[in-house]
């Protein structure tokens, strides 16, 4: 299966600024995946990042306030914009090849 | 709206116990089903994949089973260990227009003690 290098694995962020999370794939994808979990709650997801198109955001996420990039089959960005501390909170990727496989994820604290 | 849940949300257990993870689902017309674990803070790691026209898989202390008529999964861990300790996340597939997407279950928090 697919080795995905997620990074940072934590930052403290202070609020109204940005933070872009990177993952990068040992191999071509054709779709990633972004998923948050808040304290105490299981994984939600956020957009799936297909390369050389425009993400496509789940109900309750928007474009403005988490951008991604997809540059190549191998790459993707997530940022999470204007933070407040009720985006503190678990950020993972993840690809789709024998089962899915999941980045080390994200630890976002927003003070 | 799909949902997954899984019993118990915790559970502590003495080092050598046989223990069995429990996740229940809504919808039978699951493509594959996978479970995960979740250290603290941490990313998941795939433990077992199950796909539609299977009944079980086993990796290692691991048994996972599969039953889509009564909307059931079960992980059984055996032999358990203070290193198993983590949150154990089953989820399912469901097929798409845009491909298959994953619904997670609440979590089992295990902690196996010394």
């Known amino acids: 299966s697919a080795v995905i290098s997620q990074k940072p694995s934590r930052d403290i962020c202070q609020r109204g600024t940005s933070l872009t999370i990177q993952c990068q794939v040992d191999?071509?994808?054709?779709?990633m995946f972004w998923y948050r979990q808040q304290p105490g709650q299981s994984l939600t997801l956020i957009a799936t990042?297909?390369?050389?198109?425009?993400?496509?955001?789940e109900s309750g996420f928007v474009i403005d306030k988490f951008p991604i990039s997809r540059p190549n089959l191998t790459f993707s960005t997530l940022t999470v914009s204007n933070m407040s501390p009720e985006d503190s909170s678990i950020y993972l990727c993840?690809?789709?090849?024998?089962?899915?496989?999941f980045g080390s994820g994200t630890r976002l604290t927003v003070v | 709206k799909q949902e997954v849940t899984q019993i118990p949300a915790a559970l502590s257990v003495p080092e050598g116990e046989n223990l069995v993870l429990n996740c229940s689902f809504t919808?039978?017309?699951?493509?594959?089903l996978q479970w995960f674990r979740q250290d603290p803070g941490k990313g998941l790691t795939s433990l077992l994949l199950?796909?539609?026209?299977?009944r079980e898989q086993t990796s290692g202390r691991l048994n996972a089973s599969l039953d889509k008529s009564s909307g059931r999964s079960t992980l059984y861990i055996a032999a358990s260990q203070p290193g198993d300790s983590a949150t154990y996340l089953c989820?399912?597939?469901?097929?798409?227009?845009?491909?298959?997407?994953?619904?997670f279950g609440t979590g089992t928090q295990l902690k196996v003690e010394l």
């Open positions: 993840s690809v789709y090849g024998a089962g899915y496989t």
């Open positions: 191999s071509q994808v054709t779709m």
């Open positions: 990042a297909n390369q050389g198109s425009e993400a496509t955001y």
């Open positions: 919808d039978s017309a699951i493509y594959n």
């Open positions: 199950i796909q539609s026209s299977q």
């Open positions: 989820a399912h597939y469901i097929l798409t227009g845009g491909g298959n997407k994953l619904t």
